[in-house]
């Protein structure tokens, strides 16, 4: 199987959404039929038995990816909901609550909501690498903090384990919006003394409409949402079982596979910065080049003077993005781009490249011969 398809785009947008794994889709396929019609939670018959045992294994799936267990993980319809119930219900009364600022807008409005709740709330710099520097994080007392594992745009990896560690010490708790790092695999949340994390089923193979937040045993979160009793009423609703069953297999099927798929990612990708830094005069590299500094799919370009988005109108066959897909639709330079001390006139003229399980090495040379000779000629 390649990054293409019917409709002839080579996918090279992994960052916004990968693809479901065909793997995945014949787990999830028995759970949509007549045959498996049940809901989970019925306690009185075989279907609901057999549909909850299903989902429990997934949930142990998603567990042993990141390294928590099996009662720490709750199904959500995706991390914009994951986020939402780690910092709107999981930061205590009175809290400050800090963020870098390169987090996803799922995070960025929750922070701005909790300012308009009456807590403290301060924004994290980050270095030209769009990295932040743990010693940046001072606090004399408890607080919440949420940095990002890796970021959905330059693919930067944050050192969180060290923010984790600097956040303990201070008796408070640390977020991870950790969606874009799982798909390679890079999340140990007991090794790395994480308290909350979110995951989303479509930035690793799984399905769309599901994720997942993990809350450290212990750790108190207070539910958004009210109605029956499952998931112990942190958050309440009838769960969908082929998301679920789908979710559990991706996840499985990363921790397999993640390493593997990092390391031929890392190659296709330096394999393509090479064609397009030797075809575009300036062309500069947005996203971390060093080993373990970004994700192994992602490469992000700026060419000067170049209008990225007119000139993606020029490469219909290529699905690509200026940015995030998140916020396309506000229009402004993108928000990383300019923490990370870039130009606007950088911001509006870069692309990012998402790179995913399925893409040839035929693929990017294609991709790449396209894109020099699209970005000659608009810069
Ligand atoms: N956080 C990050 C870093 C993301 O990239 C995304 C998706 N673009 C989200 C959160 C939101 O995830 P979902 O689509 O599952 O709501």
């Known amino acids: 199987m390649s990054g293409g398809a019917a409709d002839g785009l080579m996918y090279l947008d992994h960052l916004a959404s990968t693809p479901l794994d065909p793997a995945v889709l014949e787990e999830m396929l028995p759970w949509m039929g007549v045959a498996a019609a049940g809901n989970p939670h019925a306690a009185g018959h075989r279907r609901g038995w ?147 994390a979110s995951l989303s089923g479509h930035k690793l193979y799984g399905p769309m409409g599901i994720g997942a937040l993990y809350v450290r045993q212990g750790v108190a979160v207070r539910p958004l949402l009210f109605g029956g009793g499952q998931q112990g009423g942190q958050r309440p609703g009838t769960l969908p079982t082929a998301l679920c069953v789908g979710l559990g297999a991706a996840c499985r099927i990363a921790r397999e596979r993640g390493a593997a798929d990092a390391a031929r990612l890392r190659e296709l990708r330096e394999r393509l910065f090479a064609v397009l830094a030797d075809g575009v005069p300036g062309l500069r590299r947005n996203s971390p080049s060093a080993e373990g500094m970004g994700l192994a799919g992602c490469l992000h370009v700026a060419v000067p003077g170049l209008d990225a988005a007119d000139r993606l109108l020029d490469l219909p066959e290529l699905a690509l993005s200026t940015g995030s897909a998140c916020s396309s639709g506000e229009g402004g330079p993108s928000h990383v781009l300019l923490a990370m001390g870039r130009s606007v006139e950088d911001a509006f003229g870069s692309i990012r490249i998402g790179l995913g399980r399925f893409t040839t090495a035929e693929e990017v040379d294609r991709a790449g011969a396209l894109l020099v000779e699209a970005l000659q000629r608009g810069s």
């Open 50 to 196: 057999r549909a909850a045992e299903a989902i429990e294994r997934a949930r142990g799936d998603v567990a042993a990816l990141i390294g928590a267990r099996a009662g720490e993980i709750l199904f959500m319809s995706g991390a914009t909901e994951a986020n939402a119930l780690a910092l709107l219900g999981g930061v205590p009364e009175g809290w400050p609550v800090l963020c870098s600022a390169v987090e996803h807008p799922s995070v960025l409005a929750c922070v701005g909501e909790l300012a308009r709740r009456g807590h403290a709330t301060e924004t994290l710099p980050v270095d030209a690498a769009g990295r932040v520097d743990p010693d940046a994080v001072r606090i004399d007392g408890p607080a919440l903090v949420s940095v990002m594992a890796a970021n959905n745009e330059v693919g930067t990896i944050q050192p969180v384990a060290d923010l984790a560690r600097r956040c303990r010490e201070r008796g408070g708790l640390f977020h991870t919006d950790a969606v874009q790092a799982l798909s390679t695999g890079l999340l140990d949340v007991a090794a790395m003394g994480i308290d909350l």
